[in-house]
């Protein structure tokens, strides 16, 4: 699965490795919806190849998520396919939203937020290392 991308209608889902998938929400100045959310993740799930794996997720500037799509990011839903999200930074306002999705939606996974993919990926191979991040 290394390496596939799925275009949806408000996002791309690429599976980087088996158990690394990163979902970029393509719209500039858009609302993220449930209904996108759960698109995500069923996509996800039919073509990932292991029983979980770690998230990747970014945005483009703008982008925002309804509570409804931060209730079912933060489910038991998502957790039976993710080990951990790595969110990506795309500006002050979805910094501020991502912090407020970590505290209070309280996922049941490891959830931090970082400035680039590759601290994002280095904690996440800590996190495959077994360290404690």
């Known amino acids: 699965m290394k390496n596939q991308s799925i275009e949806l209608s408000d ?3 690429t ?4 158990d690394l998938c990163h979902f970029h929400f ?12 759960k698109n ?9 190849t292991v029983d979980k794996c770690y998230m990747i997720i970014s945005t483009e500037p703008g982008a925002r ?13 998502f957790d039976e396919i ?14 501020m939203a ?13 959830v931090r937020l970082f400035p680039d993919k590759e601290h994002a990926i280095a904690w996440i191979n800590g996190l495959r290392d077994g360290q404690d991040m």
């Open 11 to 13: 996002a791309i889902v």
């Open 15 to 18: 599976f980087v490795k088996d």
């Open 26 to 37: 393509t719209a500039t100045d858009h609302e993220i919806d449930m209904e996108s959310v």
């Open 40 to 48: 995500i993740h069923d996509t996800i799930k039919e073509h990932m």
């Open 65 to 77: 998520m309804t509570q409804e799509a931060r209730d079912y990011a933060s489910s038991k839903e």
């Open 82 to 95: 993710a080990l951990a999200d790595a969110i990506l930074r795309a500006d002050y306002n979805h910094e």
């Open 98 to 110: 991502a912090n407020f999705f970590i505290r209070f939606n309280r996922p049941n996974r490891p």
